[in-house]
């Protein structure tokens, strides 16, 4: 059983423990070959982190050629907390110390009641699913949907969340779990899931981009988020996709912002209006059924052939085109990663990314770039915030 | 005398380095707490680093209670060049190991007589320039006006030198001059100059945009050059200003590129487009003194009240302001320098970009961004050059 708090002691266990996270479990000798430490530094390290009960030893490997060397794993003691919490849903995971799902429970919510209510239902869900995993919590990672400020652990002038504003997130939660709690933003705990489960695990640069009722991105900077001095970096919904100023207003005040024209409140304020000015029957027939029109039924229309909402996708593929274009000539990333709830209109939208930014950007930039949807879908969020939360406790500060 | 090929044996040995050159000389107990090794661990290293001839033990130092503790400095003998191949210039400096300038010399050059003259032309100048300095070079850096392949120390393809294409420049005048060469783009070596001596000194995320005759942007993430995944990161020459493609057609055959709206070239050929169709009387005469106008007089005839260069610098600074604001919001840093030739139009230019910049970009990012002109000028690829190298000659690897 891990004791409670327990953490490495310097970094070599730092790195064991993260190698046996990212890896699985391995022998002492691939450990060794791995961190490049001799056999009896290995031996004392790995004894030490299961004195800590961090590690087990599980066995003996398949021979090298000389004796058996042991098999470590992670202990099987460890419980990461994955928390999402959207504009409408919170999403709970219960994952072992290699960030495998062992349960998961979502609710409805709405943000806008405040966090008192919020974090009780958290608290509420976070009770389900831990009552079939016993056990202490070794840490809680939670994505919200908005700025955070590390150093507090809260959110700072979220513009959907009234009420949040420095509420200490971290302090409450930790409080109320007993455990170490780190807090993000979602789409950067979600660049943490693709980086740990998705197509990103062997990328060390890339560009997560979220497009969900707002369209957001996370950075990977040799493996590790990139924030930017106030934490705001990769805000790129107010990126302006017409110079000239055009397009609807913006939450934000000005025009011509990515976010007002697409992303998921601009397609459903686009489908209702091509709705009601009858230019399209099937959004028309979907909004007659009397509840209001979201990106999902632009996306089931144009499934089925109305060619209205192909083109709000094909004109927002062309607006995230442009702008990841830019990106991409100035990041040279090694990957590009679409996720988020309005990814899910699938090719469509990810061919016109695809043909502006391969028309757009350097040759050099684009060679071997691959613009892909996340795989991961609605885990990516909770399996992102216990990386979040590992990569703090599996560490020695 | 510092032992030819002299390297730091252990990462210790590699911060104390760096330390004394970025920080300048300090005493042995100052050393120690900045690097948080002991007393005796301080006194073990500096010892052998001097066996090394890397430093010199200079003195005492002002006693801090106890026994005055000895001043250490990085030897007098280290010797970095710093080599800045412009398009049509080059420049060459030799540095102490504190990237002091000691001597420099520059020379016309067209690079497009390809590397052979042009790298004959650089080893007869580093000659010059040493011939007051005695003693054996300890690495050369150098900057170059396009892609680097650092695993090459080569040029890949690059647009304005026909012939240097994978060229050895590394390898070339490492045999010539005896010595490491390190080899980079001008606009990474120029950020690195900004980093050692200028208004970035303190900074750890930053932009560094050379408006030259093309445009790039050096990315420094936590005190580094951030080169991409290709090392082509930074090339925001050919991001869209205009999305709906209009504008001049660019050398990379899009149109509405940034660097075809603006830059040394754009602003020439604009002017002469004034000049000719009667729109600038100040531009006309210039014109008809049998020149081709260039980017300088566009800034004197502004200097001097002409309203259509005015119009002209303000244009620029609206499309590299309207760049920037994107690259601000996706990455956050915590300073903006603008450097280059076309920079020397100054403040008529610096007002504009802040101010599309200030109201383009999110609060949250822009808060307390300063952006700035560069105040190295001339001396910032030469002294960034000499960065480069020193950066790898006191690195363990």
Same mark, same amino acid.
């Given at each position: 059983m891990a004791r409670v708090g327990a953490r490495p002691e310097n970094r070599h266990q730092a790195r064991l423990l993260r190698l046996l996270r990212d890896s699985g479990p391995q022998s002492r000798a691939e450990l060794g070959d791995a961190v490049e430490l001799s056999k009896s530094k290995v031996a004392i390290e790995v004894e030490r982190l299961a004195e800590l009960g961090l590690?087990?030893?599980?066995g003996l490997a398949a021979s090298r050629g000389g004796r058996r060397s042991q098999m470590v794993a992670l202990a099987r003691s460890l419980r990461f907390v994955g928390i999402d919490i959207g504009a409408t849903s919170i999403d709970v995971a219960v994952l072992d110390g290699e960030l495998n799902l062992l349960g998961q429970a979502r609710a409805e919510t709405d943000v806008?009641?405040?966090p008192g209510p919020v974090l009780e239902q958290v608290i509420d869900l976070v009770g389900k699913v831990r009552a079939d995993h016993s056990g202490s919590i070794t840490g809680v990672g939670v994505g919200v949907p908005g700025p955070v400020s590390q150093a507090e652990g809260a959110l700072v002038a979220?513009?959907?969340?009234?009420?949040?504003?420095?509420?200490?997130i971290r302090d409450e939660l930790g409080a109320a779990l007993g455990a170490p709690v780190m807090v993000d933003n979602d789409v950067n705990v979600m660049a943490l899931g693709e980086l740990h489960a998705?197509?990103?695990?062997?990328?060390r640069d890339l560009l997560f981009v979220k497009i969900g009722t707002g369209i957001g991105c996370g950075i990977v900077v040799g493996g590790e988020i990139y924030r930017g001095v106030n934490g705001s !970096? /990769?805000?790129?919904?107010?990126?302006?996709?017409?110079a000239h100023g055009h397009g609807p207003v913006c939450a934000c005040g000005n025009t011509g912002c990515l976010e007002a024209t697409f992303g998921g409140a601009a397609l459903a304020r686009d489908a209702e209006a091509a709705a009601r000015a009858g230019r399209s029957d099937w959004l028309a027939g979907r909004l007659a059924a009397g509840k209001p029109l979201s990106a999902d039924d632009v996306g089931q229309a144009a499934a089925a052939g109305d060619p209205v909402s192909i083109a709000l996708i094909r004109d927002g593929g062309t607006r995230i085109g442009q702008v990841l274009a830019s990106l991409v000539s100035f990041f040279n990333p090694g990957l590009v990663v679409i996720g988020g709830?309005? !990814? /899910?209109?699938g090719h469509p939208l990810l061919a016109e990314i695809r043909s502006v930014v391969y028309r757009r950007s350097l040759p050099l930039a684009t060679g071997n770039l691959p613009i892909v949807l996340s795989?991961?879908?609605?885990?990516a969020g909770v399996v992102g915030a216990g990386r979040l939360v590992s990569d703090s406790v599996l560490s020695t500060n």
């Open positions: 590690v087990d030893v599980v806008r009641l405040g979220p513009p959907i969340m009234p009420g949040w504003s420095r509420f200490p998705g197509t990103a695990r062997s990328v !970096a /990769g805000d790129i919904g107010h990126i302006q996709v017409d709830g309005v !990814a /899910g209109l795989e991961l879908g609605g885990t």
